[in-house]
């Protein structure tokens, strides 16, 4: 009896899931490329409608990974579905962490004077640095991915016939500091004039010009009811959320935290006030000092996932205050910084934080010039008087040079380094051997020295003779989990009859969504018609609030590793309809194509000082870890323990030195 019940139950769930299915769009007709193979894609979504990425919805999908990048067609940018850490690339990387024996490598008999293992912005930096003191060098670049850049990835779609971009990670030249002279030196080098491109291609106020404003969405699973407010400014806050399903108290403490100068740390100095917020956590703040609401913690929680990929309740309230996060304005705290302070521009105060500048496709557009200065043949130009930066970002890499043989620099995409080790005793060899898993075969090459310019946990699986010191300080280093969505619609009515153009979404899927930012740039033009089609950009990050912070992003990278692509579709559509629905909107109708960005391994550990002990920079695990072995050295945003381009160029940088002045 009980049985059927609960099987009549659930046959009603499944009918119930079908239609909510169907009005989603999730039996959408399976678009063409779900019909061609992996190579076919990129030349067939130029020259058609936009695509919707369900295929790789099972994660099986046909991936560049399995097609030679050198076959005609080979256009990664333009793939949909799931990105960033795809199907294919991570596979061998986890079967030598489990200790799987390696497959009979065939010697490729390649040599060089370098190898580098990585091609995001750092290992590519590196070789130019090398190519730099060394011009008539041999170097080989190997990378997992099926695309370069690492994180500095770009997402690419042709809507409506015209080009759009987005970044699938690394989002702009932005960091705590300015960059230094070897990161500013490369971007010039490069091209890249960050302080007249900021005047000459940015409207980043553009939809604020329009009148569209920043809303948030309250859910009904965390809040009670489905609430979209809009306007969170100072001057509308309160008549905006005075509609929000929250408890008078809440939505009152909200408005005083947003506008209101409370010292809620009355008869402390700046000093001892700014020692006991680096001491709690922002929600801890909130909850102890403020003595907010806990419908008003659960609001704010997400405020930090964007910077930080975890919640309030494991950032430091200190750091909060410089990212100008509410309830700080009345507690009159003292610009500098202080000791116990995160990677932040007040804890680098003296010097102050970067310029900002971001490109339609973020920074890929810098691992795009930096493939262009190391291969030239493999980037064509238009032709048009604009400047390398600006030129770059509508030209088309061709993906059939990078790896040709008897070029001097060559870059080998799809293709894992397993296992990289002297040809003798460390301290006396004068080669290394790296040997790489490609398509399921394992090859080896040789090389005078090794960048490894990977995520820096990974090295001790490489190079297991590494001192035990050394691979203890690297197993210590654990990335940040997140996930950054494209998502392309038919047009954006629905936001301007919403007069909104970003959202904040504390409960939801993705925490944060806002409509492609307005950029011109050499030929590529944002859109400026509602009725256009266009991109929205939405992060997730997939967190455990409550956990340690590392925990947190352990429990997180596994849940990413087993997501299907089918999840986070029915979860975008299910969002932006909820979230959009008195626009108009209609997920069903008006999402065309979706490419996830999933990054298990994503922004480089950092110091929090609510986790990690205060300790001598070269007692810390990024400096341990980094040190060279022989004619191996150690790259990566990583090993500045700095989640910033700037760190990645710098970290290529040293290690090359150290290479070079062995
Ligand atoms: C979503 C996201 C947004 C970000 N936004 C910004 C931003 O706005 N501004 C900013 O300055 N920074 C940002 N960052 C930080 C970003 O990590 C750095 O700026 C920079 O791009 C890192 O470059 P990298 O070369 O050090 O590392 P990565 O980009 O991670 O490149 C390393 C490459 O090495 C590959 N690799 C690893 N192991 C192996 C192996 N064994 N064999 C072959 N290849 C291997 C990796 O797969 C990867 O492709 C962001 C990061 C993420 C994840």
Redesign the pocket.
Same mark, same amino acid.
């Given at each position: 009896m009980g049985a059927t019940k609960s099987n009549n139950f659930k046959e009603i769930m499944q009918k119930e899931d079908k239609s909510r299915d169907r009005e989603l769009g999730m039996d959408k007709p399976i678009t063409r490329r779900d019909f061609l193979n992996g190579l076919a894609i990129g030349t067939a979504t130029l020259a058609c409608e936009p695509l919707l990425g369900a295929s790789a919805a099972s994660g099986s999908a046909p991936s560049a990974a399995t097609e030679a990048q050198d076959a005609p067609g080979y256009y990664p940018p333009l793939l949909t579905g799931m990105r960033g850490s795809h199907p294919g690339?991570f596979e061998a &990387?986890h079967a030598l962490r489990d200790g799987e024996p390696l497959p009979t490598a065939t010697n490729t008999g390649e040599e060089y004077d370098l190898i580098v293992?990585?091609?995001?912005? #750092? @290992?590519l930096a590196a070789a130019h640095f090398y190519r730099a003191h060394a011009p008539s060098s041999r170097i080989l670049i190997? /990378?997992?991915?099926d695309d370069f850049?690492?994180? +500095?990835k770009r997402n690419e779609f042709n809507l409506g016939g015209h080009l759009h971009l987005l970044n699938g990670? $690394?989002?702009?030249? /932005?960091?705590p500091r300015p960059y230094g002279p070897v990161a500013a030196g490369l971007l010039k080098t490069l091209g890249i004039d960050v302080a007249k491109l900021i005047k000459t291609t940015q409207h980043l106020d553009y939809y604020d010009r329009l009148g569209l404003k920043s809303g948030a969405f309250f859910d009904r699973e965390t809040f009670g009811a489905d609430k979209l407010v809009v306007g969170l400014d100072k001057k509308s806050i309160a008549q905006a959320i005075a509609t929000a399903p929250l408890p008078e108290q809440a939505r009152k403490q909200i408005v005083e935290l947003e506008t209101g100068a409370t010292d809620y740390m009355p008869n402390l100095s700046s000093a001892e006030k700014k020692d006991r917020l680096s001491r709690m956590s922002y929600e801890a703040f909130l909850r102890d000092v403020v003595h907010a609401d806990p419908q008003v913690l659960k609001f704010y929680n997400a405020r930090t996932h964007g910077e930080w990929g975890v919640g309030t309740d494991a950032v430091a309230a200190l750091d909060c205050w410089v990212f100008e996060l509410p309830g700080f304005q009345g507690l009159k705290l003292k610009h500098g910084a202080t000791p116990r302070m995160g990677y932040t521009p007040a804890g680098y105060e003296t010097t102050g934080g970067s310029l900002r500048l971001h490109f339609p496709d973020?920074?890929a557009t810098v691992a795009r010039l930096l493939v262009r200065d190391l291969i030239s043949g493999a980037v064509r130009g238009s032709g048009a008087p604009w400047s390398p930066a600006e030129d770059i970002v509508t030209s088309r890499i061709d993906y059939s040079q990078l790896d040709t043989p008897n070029a001097p620099l060559r870059l080998r995409l799809n #293709? $894992?380094?397993?296992r990289v080790r002297h040809l003798g005793e460390p301290h006396s060899a004068t080669q290394v051997e790296v040997t %790489?898993v490609r398509a399921g075969r394992a090859y080896t090459a040789r090389a005078g020295g090794s960048v490894l +310019?990977? %995520?820096n946990m990974?090295i001790p699986y490489?190079c297991p003779e590494l001192p035990e010191a050394q691979k203890a300080a690297l197993h210590e280093l654990v990335k940040t989990p997140?996930v =950054?969505t494209s998502v392309a619609l038919t047009n954006w009515r629905a936001f301007e009859r919403l007069e909104l153009h970003r959202v904040y979404a504390p409960g939801s899927y993705h925490t944060y969504f806002h409509l492609n930012p307005h950029v011109t740039i050499g030929a590529y033009q944002s859109v400026t018609s509602p009725d256009d089609p266009i991109l929205v950009h939405m992060v997730r990050t997939p967190c455990r609030p409550g956990l340690p912070e590392h925990d947190q992003n352990r429990a997180g990278r596994a849940e990413l590793l087993t997501t299907s692509f089918e999840t986070f579709e029915r979860n975008i559509r299910d969002q932006l309809g909820r979230t959009l629905a008195d626009g108009g909107f209609d997920p069903a109708r008006d999402i065309t194509a979706i490419t996830v960005?999933r990054?298990p391994? @994503? =922004? &480089?550990p950092e110091y929090n000082p609510l986790f990690d002990p205060e300790m001598p920079e070269n007692e810390q695990p990024h400096v341990i870890g980094r040190a060279k072995f022989g004619r191996i050295t150690i &790259?990566?945003?990583?090993a500045g323990a700095a989640? =910033? $381009? /700037? #760190?990645?160029i710098n970290?290529?940088h040293r290690a090359v030195m150290e290479l070079l002045h062995a």
């Amino acid at each position: 009896m009980g049985a059927t019940k609960s099987n009549n139950f659930k046959e009603i769930m499944q009918k119930e899931d079908k239609s909510r299915d169907r009005e989603l769009g999730m039996d959408k007709p399976i678009t063409r490329r779900d019909f061609l193979n992996g190579l076919a894609i990129g030349t067939a979504t130029l020259a058609c409608e936009p695509l919707l990425g369900a295929s790789a919805a099972s994660g099986s999908a046909p991936s560049a990974a399995t097609e030679a990048q050198d076959a005609p067609g080979y256009y990664p940018p333009l793939l949909t579905g799931m990105r960033g850490s795809h199907p294919g690339s991570f596979e061998a &990387a986890h079967a030598l962490r489990d200790g799987e024996p390696l497959p009979t490598a065939t010697n490729t008999g390649e040599e060089y004077d370098l190898i580098v293992v990585g091609a995001g912005i #750092s @290992g590519l930096a590196a070789a130019h640095f090398y190519r730099a003191h060394a011009p008539s060098s041999r170097i080989l670049i190997l /990378d997992n991915h099926d695309d370069f850049g690492g994180h +500095a990835k770009r997402n690419e779609f042709n809507l409506g016939g015209h080009l759009h971009l987005l970044n699938g990670g $690394t989002l702009e030249i /932005d960091s705590p500091r300015p960059y230094g002279p070897v990161a500013a030196g490369l971007l010039k080098t490069l091209g890249i004039d960050v302080a007249k491109l900021i005047k000459t291609t940015q409207h980043l106020d553009y939809y604020d010009r329009l009148g569209l404003k920043s809303g948030a969405f309250f859910d009904r699973e965390t809040f009670g009811a489905d609430k979209l407010v809009v306007g969170l400014d100072k001057k509308s806050i309160a008549q905006a959320i005075a509609t929000a399903p929250l408890p008078e108290q809440a939505r009152k403490q909200i408005v005083e935290l947003e506008t209101g100068a409370t010292d809620y740390m009355p008869n402390l100095s700046s000093a001892e006030k700014k020692d006991r917020l680096s001491r709690m956590s922002y929600e801890a703040f909130l909850r102890d000092v403020v003595h907010a609401d806990p419908q008003v913690l659960k609001f704010y929680n997400a405020r930090t996932h964007g910077e930080w990929g975890v919640g309030t309740d494991a950032v430091a309230a200190l750091d909060c205050w410089v990212f100008e996060l509410p309830g700080f304005q009345g507690l009159k705290l003292k610009h500098g910084a202080t000791p116990r302070m995160g990677y932040t521009p007040a804890g680098y105060e003296t010097t102050g934080g970067s310029l900002r500048l971001h490109f339609p496709d973020g920074n890929a557009t810098v691992a795009r010039l930096l493939v262009r200065d190391l291969i030239s043949g493999a980037v064509r130009g238009s032709g048009a008087p604009w400047s390398p930066a600006e030129d770059i970002v509508t030209s088309r890499i061709d993906y059939s040079q990078l790896d040709t043989p008897n070029a001097p620099l060559r870059l080998r995409l799809n #293709s $894992t380094a397993v296992r990289v080790r002297h040809l003798g005793e460390p301290h006396s060899a004068t080669q290394v051997e790296v040997t %790489y898993v490609r398509a399921g075969r394992a090859y080896t090459a040789r090389a005078g020295g090794s960048v490894l +310019a990977g %995520y820096n946990m990974m090295i001790p699986y490489l190079c297991p003779e590494l001192p035990e010191a050394q691979k203890a300080a690297l197993h210590e280093l654990v990335k940040t989990p997140l996930v =950054y969505t494209s998502v392309a619609l038919t047009n954006w009515r629905a936001f301007e009859r919403l007069e909104l153009h970003r959202v904040y979404a504390p409960g939801s899927y993705h925490t944060y969504f806002h409509l492609n930012p307005h950029v011109t740039i050499g030929a590529y033009q944002s859109v400026t018609s509602p009725d256009d089609p266009i991109l929205v950009h939405m992060v997730r990050t997939p967190c455990r609030p409550g956990l340690p912070e590392h925990d947190q992003n352990r429990a997180g990278r596994a849940e990413l590793l087993t997501t299907s692509f089918e999840t986070f579709e029915r979860n975008i559509r299910d969002q932006l309809g909820r979230t959009l629905a008195d626009g108009g909107f209609d997920p069903a109708r008006d999402i065309t194509a979706i490419t996830v960005n999933r990054w298990p391994h @994503g =922004y &480089a550990p950092e110091y929090n000082p609510l986790f990690d002990p205060e300790m001598p920079e070269n007692e810390q695990p990024h400096v341990i870890g980094r040190a060279k072995f022989g004619r191996i050295t150690i &790259a990566n945003s990583d090993a500045g323990a700095a989640a =910033y $381009t /700037d #760190s990645a160029i710098n970290q290529g940088h040293r290690a090359v030195m150290e290479l070079l002045h062995a």
